[in-house]
């Protein structure tokens, strides 16, 4: 069965520092691995996703993502923090079997000026 | 381009009650799914239509709820009769792809359910 772990129910990060939100999986076959972020009183949206390829992923708005078979992770970063960053993310995970979303708990995001 | 619409965003019922989700999505979009979170944890997959057609309904929590997709647009999720443990944030997603493993599903703002 697939699932997704976020290690970190709330990170809280300075405005200008480097952030890092955790995501650990588990499936069976090959993952397809997706961040979304969720901005008060908005739906989710999308910020990149890892099919195959280059371990580094680049998104939306500054975020990028590192696929590490390995570790089974896929950690979302950012090298600088803004204020408006703060919102809650979430890890989805994907095979090649299933087409809907495992997501994780979710993370609540701080950035503090 | 319009995103995923979700009617109403927010919805208050009693115990017993039936009330009635409505998603819209992308133009275009063959595939539509719902989720939701319930208490602040994590997103549950409902189900998914591709077209008018139930492709999985494998997360449907029991026989209250019926989802229907007309003439594969937009879609319904009902509750009959709505129970306590239904409250939550029931989102709608949809994507282009019939392949849908890789393609990047576009979320809904969400109806946020409250059953008293």
């Known amino acids: 069965a697939q699932s997704v772990a976020q290690p970190e129910d709330q990170v809280n990060v300075a405005e200008g520092n480097p952030l890092t939100v955790k995501c650990t999986y588990s499936v069976s076959g090959n993952p397809y691995l997706f961040w979304y972020v969720q901005y008060p009183n908005r739906g989710l949206q999308f910020l990149l996703k890892y099919i195959t390829g280059d371990n580094l992923v680049k998104g939306s708005y500054g975020f990028e993502a590192e696929f590490n078979k390995s570790q089974t992770s896929f950690h979302l970063k950012k090298p600088s923090a803004l204020v408006s960053d703060s919102a809650l993310y979430f890890c989805?995970?994907?095979?090649?079997?299933?087409?809907?979303?495992?997501f994780g708990p979710g993370t609540r995001l701080s950035v503090l000026p | 381009e319009a995103g995923v619409t979700q009617f109403p965003s927010h919805s208050v019922i009693e115990k017993g009650q039936t009330v009635t989700l409505r998603c819209d999505p992308i133009s275009g979009h063959d595939n539509l799914y719902w989720y939701r979170r319930v208490m602040g944890k994590e997103i549950k997959f409902l189900l998914h239509f591709v077209k008018e057609s139930k492709q999985d309904e494998s997360g449907m929590p029991n026989n209250r709820f019926l989802a229907e997709r007309t003439g594969g647009t937009y879609s319904t999720l009902k509750v009959q009769p709505a129970e306590l443990e239904d409250s939550g944030v029931y989102f709608c997603a949809s994507s282009q792809a019939r392949l849908a493993n890789t393609d990047t599903q576009y979320f809904g703002p969400g109806t946020r359910l409250t059953v008293l």
């Open positions: 989805a995970v994907r095979d090649v079997m299933v087409e809907n979303f495992v």
